[in-house]
């Protein structure tokens, strides 16, 4: 139909003023823009329009209805049609036009509605990268896309946990299939499960499937969908796909036997012939397409740029993917064939009611032995027909056309069955066993259809679309009003159009497909009789129903889109649909399985259900009558038709309506006319109808102020409420106040209000240009007219001077003029010459005397200088010996003092040392002689015993009488002993009690201590447990230990006196020192006396200088008294004014000058003498300085040494202190030996004999606790001869338990010892802790020594020899302990109580540590186990904190520093060029640790990249809204409207993540990265990673957000930019290459601000843009977006300029980043600058099972 010209009720007549712009209808364009030249004033009937070309138009109007107005320029190119401020046909129109043509974007929004108009080319935006970019994303926020509709469908689907549907329509060739497609891979791609099944990719692979059965080539479209289908996507409880189900609907069989010109069939009958030639197709006996009649009458079986055989093998490849086997699709592949040569059997006709097939007709025969059939049978019915009335059976022959349809009849039905039975066995590979949470429905289903001949299919294509405008209208209008009641805006009844009328005429009882039914049960039914029952029902009856004035075959309907005429012709036989009985029951009877399986009397369901998918409709759908005797194809279609919309009513529906923008399928070509038609079709001007009678435009509280503020005063600003703003500046800027509403959080406004505030924006901002413009131009103007008013001045002046000259000149005043010139020139040259000869001789004497002055000074001076020179040499050579032997003294007398420090107190030590040991020797050798002794004893005991054996058995009969006498009298005794054993007992524990109490006294001090340091006092006593373990299995060996000590005493002495000898020489040097100390004062008073020198020198310079200035001043003066001026002007008889004018060319100064200039060369001569002076004391001030500075400096060492000294007599003294409570502790325990001896007197002999050992061993354990107090080692000493002596002691009580077990009393003597044991014991441990504490302190007290010896050797380049070492490095541990290592020191250890105050990576020291203690072993099992255990230790933590980015930056270090000690002392030469000579030491002897290293090295890249991983899901969701939609430059962006998708982020969300909050991330990552000691160049290229992230994040958001394609957001990209590269600037990380990963961003920030208009415009974008590849420059230029109405877009040649410059450009044909690269990561080796000696377990780690060796 023609354009029509919509009225525009709500258009107000005060705009159609001059400048704007209206739409008019054009019978080429259908709307044309036109600009009003003249006021419209209400009742005129003209319009005065100027079009685009220029003409003049006087357009006749109805003042009810103008024409509409078009939206300003900024509002064009809008994501969302609704966001426009006049909704009307030509705007949207526009608006698609203006995005698809000059902007290249194919989606828009309208509404809820996505339009997709099909671009006919291949682009860049459905990439994997792009379906991450809008996963997670609101729908307003991306710019419009299929995905973005599909990640809206899961989101709800997810939040609300209700079924989606997405419904995608549109005709033929506007990419429906391709939409559906995709919105499928979406799915399948963000919902990914992590089952080994894979059923996404099986649900995907059901695509190209259908489509090569279901798809065909159509003169519209390459790949039509000849069939509806609806895809549902199950989901379970984790919203992953767990199956899927798909319905099929309408099927368009014809094309199985009829192709119209340029058309092909379906496209698996193609791809077999194509793919003929393969082994495995021979037995189908196919060939080329061209042979086939059904596959060659369209004339052309080939498409462009498709390879069927490849599809072929594509269609092959997901039948197996699907489980469908080899067996299946060569059954398949059979009947295709089959169907093929049913095509090509030939029918000859025999006479005109008879017709026959040849039995030898090679197809018939072909078909026969594919299907297993009777060929004889087939050749007979396929040219008769079996009419069976109630009398008898009739076999009547047909027609050779009646024969053809029954051929082509049979064809279609074995191919529907086909077509039924492959949807059947998809569906069937798609179950799924578990329980269906939600699904996700996806309809592709066929557009409103309309052509020149239009018949059933259309038909039933129209119904269906009648039906789901009348669902979509309805939600529609619920969506309206919920919005309304959500925002409390008044609800007011919208009229929409409502479609039910034409579903009754369709459906209704008595309606066209009852009818239609009606005539199809009639046996002599016809197309004409049933098109008489249409006349006879529904013509004039309904108005919807017409019929056509020039047919009587055809019908008219109504339709929501448009009149469709359609032909009655064939109705009829595709509803019935119909194959001969004959023939059914000859395939019925196969062999062919699944050919006789398609017929038999039980088919198989067409449409298919999940057996667990419930739905529960919406709203309530009336159903057709149910009549059991109705199976055509109409009653089957209306079935399933209903069934789908009970489907779509029980979800919430998403909406794609596709476009078709030409019928030449040319890429980005516009057809406006084809366009609206689509439009109108499709609802999208439906759904702008139903907006634009409400308030369509609407816009939050935010959004309005920040985009109309320029439009509100001061006083209105200064208000706190935005949202009372906002309402005083509308009711001041609109007087009608229905014309707006004001909702809770939006304001909504009536069609072209949002114009009209955009036009007194727009007339705000143009007023205020204009009085910018005003007042420059003012100003240039005023300095325009300021410069050439001084240049007339300057021109009038040289002229009127020129005219003066002129007329005061004449030959008697020329004459004069000259005489007195000549008169005055001879006057002034004798004057001249006489005041110079004056001068002359004044000078030269000046001169002689001053040089003779000079030379006799000059004389002078080369003396003394002579003198002073050879004096200077001397006493400076002098000078610098004596102070090179002062500050040599000075440093040895402090290198002396230091060593005599060190040498004291080593000599100290080892004197104690040797103390210990001699004691300890004479312990050993007094128990060696006791033990010769007692062996001694025994061996005369034995000889006694061999004696007495004798006597014994001589004596034997002699005692056997006596035996029973002495049994009385041993138990007598035993009873008195028992009598004595009690009061021993009561005795006993009188003493115990008093002792107790006088021990309970002298503990009381030491259980404070012990309280303090609990946990360290435990793990000191499990060491001590260990050792004593240990101990017992060295028993054994003590006498050979004795001989050992005995070579150890000997050799002691020896050391002994050697120390003594050099205690003797550092003696010497300390007093060599002292004397040399004493030199120090006179380095003071040397200093002092250089600095009076200086001071003379100083004053003495100053004195000279004075009376130079006195000599000079008295010359100037007597030269000028002696020329009497006034003489001269007597003599001469000259004015002052002559002698002015003599002055005026400085002749009387010249004189004067020349004395000056001998003044300045004296004074210069003085001033060099007076440089060289001060040169001379400057170098002596800086000798003074570096002296004082070299004494503090010593001076500070002296007091820091004597500070250090002080100190450790200040620890030593506090120890002797608590050294004195041991003699009383010692007096206590004697005073117990007493009490114990008396009481062991009284038992037997024994007894006594045990009762002595273990005095012996008491005895040595007091004598141990006199010589605590001093350092480790002697502690460490003494705890083995504790531990000895109590093992002793232990064998002594088991001896005594053994021989005295009738004794009791000795159990209380022994619990009395432990009582005594357990004390001494806990003094040692409070011992031992004060001994860590010393040891603390003295190794504190030698970092500082170490660091002054530093100082003294970069002074004085003197080596210090290095302090002893204690330990190798290395700890000590039990195989057994293993496991306790790694559960304390790796998976129970918290990284944030490690990093403080410690070295980074301990933990890893520690291990590699315990890895030398296996390897000093040679223990190979050991070492395997442990580094197993490290290992598999270090998975397990990883693995249970996989999202903890401390616990990922903790072990990262931890594991490289872990693989760099096993480098740094593995032996090998690349490592150990790096160590110091003690770490060389270190390095492993017996075992090659390469593997392990190379599987730390893939556990630390495996950590990396989780570490990577944990970060950037930590920091991606600031990037976009810190990066892009903070305004970091406040003030410089603008809104626009969004329309019905509104963006989810707003200004003024306090919550929302700013650029503050990246740069906090980032801090935190980086401080996190340092504070766990993780390597620089991995802490670097961290930083690059995320720095990648970050532009390539923000570009691809950038890339897919047109709003966001501005100037004004160019520059905020680019501060933001500025921002990061401050940070990485502020960390010291410029060269870590982060700053070049966001090159890319910065040339897109760069380019949306550069300007875009010239050639030479966009060659600079060639240019510059060089890590921009083509598609994303042409992109960002597609999408620029200006803000307001003064930015110019980027015109569509300039695009295409650009593009050719790029052409010879190799990038990527990718338009996004890929956002999960990662850079190669790189470990390197940094050796550990730690000793191994000096690591220190902490306490916090529990390892006290570990020694330190």
């Given at each position: 139909p023609p354009?029509?010209?919509?009225?525009?009720?709500?258009?107000?007549?005060?705009?159609?003023?001059?400048?704007?712009?209206?739409?008019?209808?054009?019978?080429?364009?259908?709307?044309?823009?036109?600009?009003?030249?003249?006021?419209?004033?209400?009742?005129?009937?003209v319009l005065h329009l100027q079009l685009e070309d220029g003409v003049e138009l006087h357009f006749p109007v109805d003042p009810g209805a103008l024409p509409p107005l078009r939206n300003p320029d900024i509002l064009v190119g809008e994501n969302d049609l609704t966001a426009l401020s006049y909704l009307h046909e030509p705007a949207v129109l526009h608006n698609l036009k203006v995005r698809f043509v000059e902007s290249k974007l194919i989606y828009t929004y309208s509404g809820i509605i996505l339009v997709a108009i099909n671009p006919y080319k291949q682009l860049p935006i459905y990439g994997d990268a792009i379906i991450h970019a809008y996963s997670g994303q609101n729908m307003g926020d991306m710019d419009p896309h299929i995905f973005a509709v599909a990640e809206e469908a899961y989101k709800q689907m997810a939040r609300n946990n209700r079924n989606q549907s997405i419904i995608v329509s549109g005709e033929s060739g506007a990419g429906k299939t391709v939409s559906a497609r995709y919105a499928m891979r979406y799915f399948a791609t963000v919902s990914r499960s992590s089952s080994n099944a894979q059923v996404e990719d099986r649900v995907l692979a059901s695509n190209p499937i259908t489509e090569a059965v279901g798809n065909a080539k159509t003169t519209r479209n390459d790949n039509s969908s000849r069939f509806g289908k609806y895809t549902e996507i199950s989901f379970d409880k984790r919203y992953q796909i767990i199956g899927a189900n798909m319905r099929t609907y309408l099927l368009e069989k014809s094309r199985v036997v009829f192709q119209s010109e340029n058309e092909r069939n379906y496209h698996i009958f193609y791809q077999l012939c194509a793919s003929a030639h393969r082994p495995e197709f021979k037995h189908l006996k196919l060939g080329s397409a061209e042979e086939f009649h059904y596959t060659n009458m369209g004339g052309n079986t080939m498409i462009d740029g498709v390879n069927d055989e490849d599809y072929m093998r594509e269609t092959q490849r997901t039948f197996t993917l699907l489980g469908l086997k080899e067996d299946f699709q060569m059954d398949v592949f059979r009947i295709l064939a089959a169907i093929l040569h049913l095509g090509n059997v030939e029918i000859a006709a025999v006479s005109d009611e008879r017709s026959s097939v040849s039995l030898d007709d090679k197809h018939l025969n072909i078909f026969c032995e594919l299907l297993d059939l009777e060929g004889d049978e087939i050749a007979r019915w396929l040219c008769h027909r079996k009419i069976i009335t109630t009398s008898e059976t009739v076999v009547k022959p047909m027609t050779k056309h009646q024969a053809l349809n029954a051929r082509d009849a049979l064809a279609k039905k074995i191919y529907s069955h086909l077509f039924d039975f492959i949807v059947e066995r998809i569906n069937k590979a798609l179950q799924f066993s578990g329980k269906q949470h939600t699904f996700i429905g996806v309809l592709d289903i066929y557009g409103f259809e309309t052509f020149d001949v239009n018949s059933f299919e259309q038909f039933c294509i129209n119904y269906a679309n009648e039906k789901l405008q009348q669902q979509f209208n309805l939600h529609v209008f619920k969506l309206e009003q919920e919005e309304y009641m959500k925002e409390n805006i008044p609800w007011t009844l919208i009229d929409f159009y409502d479609n039910q009328a034409v579903i009754d005429l369709i459906e209704a009882k008595m309606g066209i497909l009852d009818l239609l039914d009606e005539e199809c049960m009639l046996p002599q039914g016809t197309d004409e009789n049933w098109l008489q029952k249409l006349y006879n029902n529904l013509l004039n009856k309904n108005p919807l129903f017409e019929k056509p004035r020039m047919s009587n075959t055809s019908f008219i309907i109504q339709h929501f889109a448009d009149k469709v005429e359609y032909k009655s012709e064939g109705f009829l036989e595709k509803n019935r649909d119909t194959v001969y009985e004959v023939l059914i029951e000859i395939l019925k009877n196969s062999k062919f399985q699944l050919c006789a399986n398609f017929f038999q009397d039980n088919p198989v369901l067409l449409f298919p259900f999940s057996p667990s998918i419930k739905v529960k409709p919406a709203k309530t759908v009336i159903k057709p009558p149910n009549k059991q005797f109705r199976t055509t194809v109409g009653n089957k279609f209306s079935s399933s038709?209903?069934?789908?919309?009970?489907?779509?009513?029980?979800?919430?529906?998403?909406?794609?309506?596709?476009?078709?923008?030409?019928?030449?399928?040319?890429?980005?070509?516009?057809?406006?006319?084809?366009?609206?038609?689509?439009?109108?079709?499709?609802?999208?001007?439906?759904?702008?109808?139903?907006?634009?009678?409400?308030?369509?435009?609407?816009?939050?509280?935010?959004?309005?102020?920040?985009?109309?503020?320029?439009?509100?005063?001061?006083?209105?600003?200064?208000?706190?409420?935005?949202?009372?703003?906002?309402?005083?500046?509308?009711?001041?800027?609109?007087?009608?106040?229905?014309?707006?509403?004001?909702?809770?959080?939006?304001?909504?406004?009536?069609?072209?209000?949002?114009?009209?505030?955009?036009?007194?924006?727009?007339?705000?901002?143009?007023?205020?240009?204009?009085?910018?413009?005003?007042?420059?131009?003012?100003?240039?103007?005023?300095?325009?007219?300021?410069?050439?008013?001084?240049?007339?001045?300057?021109?009038?002046?040289?002229?009127?001077?020129?005219?003066?000259?002129?007329?005061?000149?004449?030959?008697?005043?020329?004459?004069?003029?000259?005489?007195?010139?000549?008169?005055?020139?001879?006057?002034?040259?004798?004057?001249?010459?006489?005041?110079?000869?004056?001068?002359?001789?004044?000078?030269?004497?000046?001169?002689?005397?001053?040089?003779?002055?000079?030379?006799?000074?000059?004389?002078?001076?080369?003396?003394?200088?002579?003198?002073?020179?050879?004096?200077?040499?001397?006493?400076?050579?002098?000078?610098?010996?004596?102070?090179?032997?002062?500050?040599?003294?000075?440093?040895?007398?402090?290198?002396?003092?230091?060593?005599?420090?060190?040498?004291?107190?080593?000599?100290?030590?080892?004197?104690?040392?040797?103390?210990?040991?001699l004691e300890k020797l004479t312990t050993l050798a007094s128990n060696h002689s006791n033990d010769v002794e007692i062996i001694q004893k025994l061996h005369v005991d034995v000889e006694k015993l061999a004696a007495q054996k004798k006597i014994a058995e001589e004596k034997e009969k002699r005692n056997r009488d006596d035996y029973q006498q002495r049994i009385a009298e041993l138990e007598s005794q035993n009873s008195e002993l028992q009598k004595q054993k009690e009061e021993l007992e009561r005795k006993l524990r009188e003493t115990t009690e008093e002792m107790k109490d006088k021990m309970d006294g002298l503990t009381k001090q030491l259980f404070t201590d012990v309280q303090k340091e609990e946990r360290q006092r435990i793990m000191l006593e499990k060491n001590f447990h260990n050792q004593k373990q240990d101990y017992e299995i060295k028993i054994d060996s003590l006498k050979a230990e004795i001989k050992t000590l005995k070579e150890e005493n000997d050799r002691f002495q020896n050391h002994l006196q050697e120390e003594l000898q050099i205690r003797a020489g550092l003696k010497m040097d300390v007093a060599a020192l002292t004397n040399?100390?004493?030199?120090?004062?006179?380095?003071?008073?040397?200093?002092?006396?250089?600095?009076?020198?200086?001071?003379?020198?100083?004053?003495?310079?100053?004195?000279?200088?004075?009376?130079?200035?006195?000599?000079?001043?008295?010359?100037?003066?007597?030269?000028?008294?002696?020329?009497?001026?006034?003489?001269?002007?007597?003599?001469?008889?000259?004015?002052?004014?002559?002698?002015?004018?003599?002055?005026?060319?400085?002749?009387?100064?010249?004189?004067?000058?020349?004395?000056?200039?001998?003044?300045?060369?004296?004074?210069?001569?003085?001033?060099?003498?007076?440089?060289?002076?001060?040169?001379?004391?400057?170098?002596?001030?800086?000798?003074?300085?570096?002296?004082?500075?070299?004494?503090?400096?010593?001076?500070?060492?002296?007091?820091e040494e004597n500070d250090i000294n002080d100190s450790i007599r200040l620890q030593v003294a506090r120890l002797t202190s608590e050294n004195m409570m041991i003699p009383d502790l010692k007096q206590q325990i004697a005073e117990l030996q007493k009490h114990k001896m008396d009481l062991e007197n009284r038992l037997q002999e024994e007894a006594a004999k045990n009762k002595d050992k273990m005095e012996e061993m008491a005895d040595r354990l007091h004598h141990r606790l006199d010589e605590e107090g001093t350092r480790r080692k002697v502690l460490q000493v003494q705890n083995e001869i504790y531990t000895k002596e109590k093992e002793k002691l232990v064998f002594a009580e088991e001896d005594f338990q053994m021989t005295n077990d009738r004794v009791e009393k000795q159990q209380e003597t022994k619990s009395k010892l432990r009582q005594d044991e357990a004390y001494l014991i806990m003094e040692n441990t409070d011992l031992e802790e004060e001994l860590d504490k010393k040891d603390r302190l003295i190794k504190k007290l030698q970092d500082q020594i170490r660091t002054l010896r530093k100082s003294i050797e970069k002074d004085n380049d003197v080596p210090v020899s290095t302090l002893q070492k204690e330990y190798i490095g290395m700890l000590q541990y039990r195989k057994e302990d293993e496991a306790k290592i790694i559960q304390n020191l790796i998976l129970d250890l918290k990284p944030r109580g490690v990093v403080v105050n410690m070295i980074p990576g301990l933990p890893a020291h520690i291990l590699f540590m315990c890895v030398r203690y296996a390897d000093h072993l040679n223990e190979d099992d050991m070492l395997k186990s442990f580094m197993n255990m490290a290992i598999n230790g270090i998975?397990?933590?990883?693995?249970?904190?996989?999202?903890?980015?401390?616990?990922?930056?903790?072990?990262?270090?931890?594991?490289?520093?872990?693989?760099?000690?096993?480098?740094?002392?593995?032996?090998?030469?690349?490592?150990?060029?790096?160590?110091?000579?003690?770490?060389?030491?270190?390095?492993?002897?017996?075992?090659?640790?390469?593997?392990?290293?190379?599987?730390?090295?893939?556990?630390?890249?495996?950590?990396?990249?989780?570490?990577?991983?944990?970060?950037?899901?930590?920091?991606?969701?600031?990037?976009?809204?810190?990066?892009?939609?903070?305004?970091?430059?406040?003030?410089?962006?603008?809104?626009?409207?969004?329309?019905?998708?509104?963006?989810?982020?707003?200004?003024?969300?306090?919550?929302?993540?700013?650029?503050?909050?990246?740069?906090?991330?980032?801090?935190?990552?980086?401080?996190?990265?340092?504070?766990?000691?993780?390597?620089?160049?991995?802490?670097?290229?961290?930083?690059?990673?995320?720095?990648?992230?970050?532009?390539?994040?923000?570009?691809?958001?950038?890339?897919?957000?047109?709003?966001?394609?501005?100037?004004?957001?160019?520059?905020?990209?680019?501060?933001?930019?500025?921002?990061?590269?401050?940070?990485?600037?502020?960390?010291?990380?410029?060269?870590?290459?982060?700053?070049?990963?966001?090159?890319?961003?910065?040339?897109?920030?760069?380019?949306?601000?550069?300007?875009?208009?010239?050639d030479d415009d966009a060659k600079e974008i060639s240019e510059r843009c060089t890590c921009l590849s083509a598609v994303q420059i042409v992109k960002i230029l597609n999408s620029y977006t200006p803000i307001d109405d003064f930015e110019k877009r980027v015109t569509p040649s300039f695009v295409r300029k650009v593009q050719a410059m790029l052409n010879n450009r190799e990038n990527s044909p990718q338009l996004m980043l890929d956002t999960k690269y990662l850079f190669q990561v790189t470990f390197p080796f940094t050796p550990s600058p730690h000793p191994l000696e000096m690591i220190q377990i902490p306490s916090s780690f529990k390892l006290g099972f570990l020694t330190r060796i």
């Open positions: 354009p029509r010209r919509l009225p525009s009720p709500m258009a107000l007549a005060e705009l159609y003023t001059q400048y704007n712009r209206v739409w008019i209808p054009n019978p080429e364009e259908v709307w044309q823009s036109a600009e009003i030249t003249t006021n419209y004033k209400p009742g005129d009937c038709l209903y069934l789908l919309m009970e489907t779509l009513n029980a979800t919430t529906p998403h909406y794609v309506r596709c476009i078709k923008p030409n019928d030449q399928k040319l890429p980005f070509e516009f057809d406006s006319k084809r366009v609206v038609q689509q439009l109108r079709a499709c609802g999208v001007l439906e759904t702008i109808r139903i907006s634009s009678q409400s308030y369509p435009s609407r816009w939050t509280y935010i959004e309005f102020y920040s985009r109309y503020s320029i439009l509100m005063s001061q006083h209105e600003l200064s208000l706190n409420d935005k949202k009372q703003i906002c309402k005083i500046v509308l009711q001041r800027l609109i007087q009608d106040p229905s014309q707006y509403q004001f909702g809770r959080t939006k304001i909504f406004f009536r069609a072209g209000q949002v114009a009209y505030l955009e036009k007194l924006r727009s007339d705000k901002l143009r007023q205020a240009c204009i009085v910018i413009q005003k007042n420059l131009r003012g100003w240039l103007q005023r300095k325009k007219f300021l410069h050439i008013r001084q240049a007339a001045i300057t021109i009038q002046q040289y002229f009127r001077g020129q005219r003066t000259v002129r007329q005061a000149i004449t030959a008697r005043s020329l004459k004069e003029a000259w005489a007195a010139i000549v008169i005055q020139k001879h006057c002034r040259g004798y004057l001249v010459r006489r005041l110079c000869q004056l001068i002359r001789v004044a000078t030269l004497t000046i001169q002689a005397f001053t040089r003779g002055f000079l030379a006799r000074r000059k004389y002078r001076k080369m003396l003394e200088e002579h003198k002073a020179v050879i004096l200077q040499k001397h006493a400076r050579a002098w000078l610098a010996r004596r102070r090179f032997q002062s500050i040599r003294r000075f440093v040895l007398n402090i290198q002396l003092s230091y060593r005599v420090q060190q040498l004291q107190k080593k000599l100290e030590d080892q004197n104690k040392e040797n103390h210990t040991l040399q100390a004493k030199t120090i004062p006179e380095l003071r008073k040397e200093i002092e006396l250089i600095q009076t020198q200086k001071m003379d020198v100083e004053k003495q310079l100053q004195s000279q200088k004075r009376e130079m200035r006195e000599k000079m001043s008295d010359v100037t003066r007597q030269i000028l008294d002696s020329y009497d001026f006034a003489d001269v002007r007597s003599r001469y008889r000259l004015s002052t004014e002559d002698l002015e004018h003599l002055n005026e060319d400085g002749e009387l100064w010249f004189a004067y000058e020349g004395l000056k200039k001998a003044t300045r060369v004296l004074e210069n001569h003085f001033q060099s003498q007076k440089e060289n002076y001060e040169r001379e004391i400057d170098g002596l001030n800086s000798k003074v300085e570096h002296l004082s500075q070299e004494i503090s400096h010593l001076q500070k060492l002296f007091r998975k397990q933590v990883i693995k249970e904190h996989v999202e903890d980015f401390e616990m990922m930056s903790f072990w990262l270090s931890n594991t490289c520093h872990f693989l760099n000690c096993l480098k740094q002392y593995s032996g090998e030469e690349e490592f150990m060029k790096y160590n110091s000579p003690q770490q060389n030491k270190n390095n492993l002897q017996h075992f090659d640790l390469s593997e392990y290293r190379q599987v730390l090295s893939d556990l630390a890249i495996r950590i990396y990249h989780q570490f990577i991983i944990v970060m950037e899901n930590n920091i991606q969701p600031m990037i976009v809204p810190g990066m892009l939609e903070y305004e970091s430059l406040q003030g410089i962006s603008g809104l626009k409207p969004t329309g019905f998708r509104k963006r989810s982020s707003s200004i003024d969300d306090t919550d929302a993540y700013t650029m503050t909050s990246i740069l906090q991330q980032l801090s935190y990552f980086y401080t996190t990265m340092c504070q766990n000691g993780l390597d620089s160049e991995l802490l670097k290229q961290a930083v690059k990673q995320l720095f990648y992230l970050i532009g390539a994040v923000t570009l691809n958001s950038l890339f897919l957000r047109k709003d966001m394609c501005s100037c004004r957001k160019g520059m905020q990209i680019r501060c933001n930019i500025s921002y990061l590269e401050e940070w990485l600037k502020e960390k010291n990380l410029q060269n870590c290459s982060a700053k070049e990963t966001l090159e890319p961003l910065s040339q897109a920030a760069w380019l949306l601000q550069v300007k875009k208009i010239t």
